[in-house]
């Protein structure tokens, strides 16, 4: 049996490791693999949708999936919370049987094709910890929404995986998307326009100006007008694809590159929302909104 042992801390700043984690369970020729967390004390959005594509790899080589929950407290009602106990359908054995994952309310999804209740739940979200105005909320939804029909359109998969939650501690909204598909350069390269793209940094930097997308039309605006978003809102975007990681910690006006030592086929959008209500955010031609 493969044992996956997981540390105290399942984040995108540990990616390095969960991704080694992944692909060891997605390469593993045993057909039982235990997912041990026991030691673990806290998860991301990312986290939680790495491991459950970790699983879902499991499955679908035909193996059976064994599972330790965290020993902690705070971190089991955090699993529990962001519904990955409740669609795993944990039994007492341990057994991880092959279910959907869905829940009510934007935590863990498993998403096929542009789910209009998806993105309506994320933009809930966010107007209800934020001001946003009509104009920003109107911008946000239609980004969201070309963000997740470039999945479905580039990636080659009409499945992906979107996990959002509130740190209420640090009053951060934590969002990440993520498929499983053929990662941003390949896409890009379906188009004649960029296959002077060498590398997974370039394709990433690439994919967040305007205009950029190997769909022709008008396309390419959702994660420019994301990171615009952030930039004002001091947040943070970490998109990783191939051997590529690139984090824009806009609160620093910082862009860090990162080559990751194995390879994820597939596409990971992180973004990390400050959440306060003290701030108000609208269009240049909706300043009335503040009055």
């Known amino acids: 049996m493969e044992s996956l042992i997981y540390p105290q801390k399942i984040s995108i700043a540990f990616s390095n490791n969960i991704l ?24 991301t959005p990312f986290g939680i949708i790495l491991l459950t594509s970790s699983i879902r ?24 919370d962001i519904g990955f106990n409740k669609h795993f ?30 993105i309506e739940g994320l ?37 992906y995986y979107v996990c959002c939650r509130l740190n209420k501690q640090k009053k951060v909204i934590l969002l990440c998307i993520a498929d499983l598909g053929i990662g941003i350069l390949s896409s890009l390269r379906k188009s004649p326009k960029y296959t002077h793209i060498r590398n997974d940094h370039a394709a990433i930097i690439e994919s967040t100006k305007e205009g950029v997308s190997s769909r022709p039309g008008r396309a390419g605006l959702g994660l420019k007008n994301i990171v615009d978003f952030l930039k004002i809102n001091k947040g943070q975007l970490c998109i990783l694809s191939g051997n590529g990681k690139v984090f824009w910690k806009f609160n620093r006006g910082e862009m860090l590159k990162q080559t990751m030592p194995q390879s994820f086929k597939g596409t990971v959008i992180k973004m990390a929302i400050n959440a306060d209500k003290e701030g108000f955010y609208f269009l240049l031609g909706e300043k009335d909104y503040i009055f």
Request: hydrophobic letters at 35%.
């Open 89 to 118: 359908s944990l039994d007492s054995s341990g057994t991880v049987p092959p279910v959907e994952i869905r829940t009510g309310t934007v935590q863990l999804r498993q998403v096929t094709d542009i789910d209009p209740l998806v």
């Open 20 to 43: 080694s984690l992944y692909m060891k369970a997605k390469s593993s020729q045993d057909n039982q693999v235990l997912f041990d967390l026991s030691k673990t004390k806290s998860i």
């Open 123 to 159: 933009i809930e979200i966010l107007v209800y910890h934020m001001n946003l105005s009509p104009g920003v909320k109107g911008s946000l939804q239609m980004s969201l929404i070309e963000t997740m029909t470039n999945i479905v359109d580039h990636s080659g998969q009409n499945t």
């Open 57 to 80: 790899e499991c499955h679908v080589a035909g193996k059976e999936c064994l599972y330790n929950q965290p020993i902690d407290p705070s971190a089991q009602r955090l699993f529990k």
